[in-house]
């Protein structure tokens, strides 16, 4: 006779700790000690994923203060770029991870931007089923968003944006806000488009929004600490709240936070990573915005408001002609998205007023085509 057997596990609350200070970095050796609950009498095995110019910048002094801790250090560089997010980077790793005889009692330190973050995460939830990992951000887009909330993925060829990947939340993540100081002005410019992402979708009347516009120069130039600060905590605080509410994205909250993500994702996979993460993102929420005014989900001076918004901080607000995209290929794009479901491709778009964003499904390919053809010149 047929049984039926429920298994039910209980899983444990996820908590982890997210540091964001100026100087944090200095601190990192006693907060794995005490974050992670480690012995004191056992030395633990560190493997520090990084890039060769960060390390010179920081990665050296972390990893003799590791050594000073206790720790034994093992460094890797990766080179710098979205290509190096692939599988064939991960695999080397891990074959390194076998050579160093890391066991699970090791620990991965992810040093740098988003890429060395996904990519290190990744290699940590495979490694022998998972191994604990500390992301440290060194980048705004990785602080505000990448190094937060445990999405660990890398791409497989060119279509394949972040389509192997596992849901793997760090054990601490570390936000040296000093290190933002070396970033190029580009790539800050760049983690503003997720910035800005967060004003559109956080639910608080366009509070953030209306910040981000007054404190604008000192954005600009990285001038004030606390300005810095409270940005960086803002979108973290953001993105906790949808991560805590829907961890694997199972229902139609945490997906808020691909708002530009899906426009994005195709435009950096079709220009092959020419166009970095951070300024796909800028252009597809200017996309996901004509996609909303053309639904009749927000008016014209929202739409407004949203282009504004991206000039304000430099950021593109269309996609350039340069690029020569075939609006056909950009949409094929979609079919390879993760959030494209059996219903046909999920947006997240800007609804009713700043501060407030919708799922819409089954948009059809002729409005696609328009919301394409209205936004490159
Ligand atoms: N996992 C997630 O939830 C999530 C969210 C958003 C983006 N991402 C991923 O993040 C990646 C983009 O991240 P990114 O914009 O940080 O790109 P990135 O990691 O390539 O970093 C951008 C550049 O800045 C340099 N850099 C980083 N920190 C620096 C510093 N302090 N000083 C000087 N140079 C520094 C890097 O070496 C690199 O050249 C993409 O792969 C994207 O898919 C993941």
Redesign the pocket.
Known sequence: MAKNIEVLINKAPIRYSIEIENGALDKLPGLLTKKLHLKKDETVKIFLIT?L??YT??GQKLQKALIEEGFQVSVEYIA???SV?NWLNAEKLLNKMIDLKLSRSGIIIAL???????LA?FISSIYQRGLKFVQV??????MV?????????V?LGVAG??LI?SFYQPSLVVADLD??????DS?WR??LS?VIKYSLLKEDGGIFYRWLEEHKVAILKRSDNSVIEYLVAECIKT?VHFVSKDEMETTDIRIM?NLG?TFG?SL?AASRYRI???EA?SMGISLAGRLALKLNKINGATFEQIINILNLFNLPNHIDKKYDFNTSQLIRHFEYDKKNEGTGVKFIIPSKFIGHCEVVKGVSEKILEEVFAESIY
């Open positions: 890039h110019h960060l910048l920081y710098v770029g979205e997010k740098g931007g988003g890429v060395i973050g996904d995460g951000p060194t980048s705004l887009l990785s968003d990448a190094s937060v909330g445990g999405k660990v993925a791409n944006k972040n990947g290190t933002l100081k070396s970033l190029p790539e760049f983690g997720e993105k936070l993500h994702h950096e970095s993460h951070g993102v």
